[in-house]
């Protein structure tokens, strides 16, 4: 599956994606270690934080399996949003981790 993109004839696609993939998570405490090696990383590659959401990311959700935690930072006009869930864009069940790139105009 892919993003389907609106655009002006001539121009690129402003963004593309990641398809989901799995990411093995044992417990909460090694998803919430997985967000802050990537707020880490996002800010020694020189991103500012634009966006963390744990309002769907509790221990109480992780363990129902029904969690979504993102975190997503900007440098420039460029984003990268990093997506831990519970299903994918399917809604096939299990853990999975999604990247969408995207570019601010």
């Known amino acids: 599956w892919g993003l389907f993109c609106w655009q002006l004839e001539g121009e ?7 398809v989901y993939s799995r990411k093995d998570l044992r417990n ?12 880490k990383w996002l800010e020694s590659e020189g991103y500012s934080i634009s966006k963390i959401d744990n309002q769907y990311c509790s221990d109480d959700l992780f363990n129902n ?41």
Do not use: H, M, W
Request: net charge neutral.
């Open 28 to 39: 909460y405490e090694e998803l919430q270690d997985y967000i802050a090696k990537t707020k």
């Open 65 to 105: 399996d029904d969690y979504l935690c993102a975190i997503a930072g900007q440098k420039n006009s460029q984003i990268i949003n990093v997506t831990l869930r519970s299903t994918d864009a399917n809604q096939k069940s299990g853990s999975f981790l999604s990247l969408v790139l995207s570019k601010s105009e």
């Open 12 to 18: 690129a696609c402003p963004y593309k994606t990641v």
